[in-house]
Each structure stands twice: as C-alpha cells, then as structure tokens.
C-alpha cells in the first residue's frame, strides 16, 4: 500500500457534479496525480434541489437519494483510478464530502446533514471511506463550515504576506491567512455562483452564464442591489456559515416582487454585483490590502473576477494557479486532506473560524471489509 495516496470527493452546493481527485501525500506538498468529475444525473440533481426544500415524504426521499449518491460518488472513484492506472489496493481512504441537504447550525440544536451513503461507496470501490467530517465540529458548539481553512493554512500560508483564499462555489468563502501571527479567520461570505446559476438555468435553460457574458450585457440595479445586501446574514459577525436554506429560488422570487420590470440581463447583472460586493465587504474589513487568490467555478468567471478587482483596487487577485493548484480542484483535495488528518489521528478544523469549543478529529471512518 502506498501511505501517501488518498482520494478526496466533492460535490458543493451548485450540485453540478462530483469532482473527484487522486492526491499524493507522501511529500511536503500534496501532489495531484489525477481528477475526474462525474455529472449527476438530471433526475438526481432535481431530486436532490427538491430535498433541499422542506416536503413531504422527506424520510423515504433522503433515504433513497443517500443510497443513490453514493453510487454516484463511487462511479467517480472507479472512472478516476481507470483513468490514472493506480489499483484500489493503493489508495489508503477516500475522503468524502458529501452532498450537503441541510445545513442549519443555528438552531437550538444546530445540525448539517450531508448525503451520499459511505457504506455504499466502500462497498462499491473496495476502499475504506472517511466521511461526515462537519457534525463533530458543530456538536462542538462550532458552525461545521467552512472547513478548508485548516488546508489552506498549511498549503497557502506565507509569513508576511496578508493573504486571502477565495473560494467561490455554490456559496462564497474567504479563509483569511494573516501576515502576523494573528488566528487564521474563515466563513461563508453569502452567495457565490448559487443565484446567478439559478436565474440563468430558469430564464435561458443554461446551466451557468457562460465567462459572465449574460451578466456583461446588462447594468445594474443599484436599488435591486441595495435590497439584496440589505439580508441579515450579510451584517452577521463571523463564525458563520450559510447556504441554499437562505440563499435560494424562493428568496430570489421574494427579492424580485418589486424589481420584476427589469430587464432580466439587469437581473443577472445586480446578481452578479451582489457577490462581488458581499465578498469585497468582508475582505475589505478583514485587510486594507493583500493577495486573493480564487479558487471553485467563479475563478473561471472572467466578469466576476473583473468586478471583484474593481471592488478591491488595493489587493491583486489572481486564481489558486499562480500558487500551483488549478483552481477547479482546491476543495477536492482539502477533503483527501482531511482524510489523511483523520488517518493520522490529528485535528482539522480551527474553532477561531468555526465557533467549535476545541479542536478535534473530524469525520468516521467506513471500511471496504
């Protein structure tokens, strides 16, 4: 067996696919010997958008799909390690995020719920399974969000260097790497790529607005825009975490009773601006100046990125490839990572960034005998 591979599954909150990457750890710096993303199937994904939403039938429903997820998350190990040529035999766990259905930690009994049946991926694959990594840290009084902070610490840390890590998904999050020797700082900054997805899928019946064309059409709602940054998540102080229970189709349609009449170029354009300014806000609070580097789908987003630049004239923004790492598969390998933490037998998560009362070993572990 080789000690250093793991493999890490990922599947966020767009529910566009799941990625899947092969890391080696046995070196300083991870190594990304390979990487696959396998689609989800339209009748999952619409199931899977329907659980997110509270329904009837819930219990038989989320059964069902967590047994058909992890079919899925298994079919994406197999097509990743016939693809790199490496046996199951090599591979010391997977690590699996999960798909997220539920993710309320705010409540009186604070909880997050994530999909995609281990045993099922251990049996399917022959490899023992590390997964449900976010429940220990909210039993622990903690968000259970973000958790790739950790990795980013000890991958993108630079001494000197005010630095942030932007990942923009489904749901946008910055970990802040101080220069000093300040606490490393991470939470959810409110909508990433979820809205803007979402009114693209729902006007023109595409998945995404392609380089943020769609958006560069259209101008801005500065009242639309003030409306929608007016949401108390945004004035929250960190920890915190949030996802498609705030930010989704029903919020959106709310939002739009006033602003129905414009353009629905205009529409996409204020929803683009609205990332960009939430993710600019909490930088800008956090450093005057520093270097971002994005990471997840908005990286490849031309028009995002040339509105958060504009947002931030003080700080560079590049994307995680200048620091080695295609931008695309950060998070995959955050989740082998914290795999290895596990197998390891070493914390993960950073109570400063989660609100956990201690640091702890994340995730149980499923085996494939």
């Known amino acids: ?49 329907r659980l997110c939403q509270p329904d009837t039938d819930e219990i038989n429903r989320l059964g069902r799909l967590d047994r058909t997820v992890g079919k899925v998350f298994a079919a994406a190990v197999k097509q990743l390690l016939a693809k790199t040529g490496v046996s199951k035999e090599q591979v010391c766990a997977i690590g699996s995020h999960g798909q997220t259905v539920r993710h309320m930690p705010n409540l009186e009994v604070g909880f997050t719920l994530q999909i995609g049946d281990p045993n099922t991926i251990a049996a399917e694959t022959g490899i023992d399974v590390i997964a449900d990594f976010r429940r220990k840290d909210v039993a622990l009084g903690g968000q259970g969000a973000p958790l790739v902070p950790a990795f980013h610490q000890q991958i993108f840390s630079r001494p000197g260097i005010n630095r942030f890590i932007l990942n923009i998904g489904g749901i946008a ?88 009449h414009l353009p629905e170029e205009d529409i996409q354009s204020t929803l683009l601006d609205l990332t960009c300014h939430s993710i600019a806000r909490d930088i800008a609070k956090l450093s005057p100046d520093g270097e971002i580097y994005v990471c997840g789908g908005g990286a490849l987003n031309g028009v995002l990125m040339k509105r958060l630049g504009a947002q931030l004239p003080n700080h560079s923004i590049a994307t995680t490839s200048a620091l080695g790492i295609d931008p695309k598969w950060v998070e995959g390998i955050a989740f082998a990572w914290l795999a290895l933490r596990h197998y390891q037998g070493l914390p993960a998560n950073l109570p400063a960034v989660t609100g956990a009362s201690r640091e702890a070993v994340l995730g149980a572990r499923f085996p494939a005998a």
């Open 1 to 49: 067996m080789n000690s250093g591979y793991f493999i890490g599954l990922m599947s966020g909150t767009s529910m566009d696919g799941v990625d899947a990457v092969l890391v080696d750890f046995s070196k300083d710096q991870p190594k990304l010997l390979g990487q696959h993303t396998e689609p989800l199937p339209t009748h999952l994904f619409k199931g899977l958008q």
């Open 173 to 260: 999050n910055i970990t802040f790497l101080p220069a000093d020797n300040r606490e490393i700082l991470g939470f959810d900054t409110g909508p990433g790529n979820t809205l803007i997805d979402a009114w693209s899928q729902q006007i023109r019946q595409l998945p995404f607005d392609e380089d943020g064309q769609w958006a560069e059409s259209g101008n801005s709602s500065a009242e639309f825009l003030t409306q929608l940054l007016s949401h108390p998540y945004f004035s929250l102080d960190y920890p915190k975490s949030t996802g498609r229970e705030l930010f989704n189709n029903a919020w959106l349609d709310q939002q739009l009773a006033l602003f129905s």
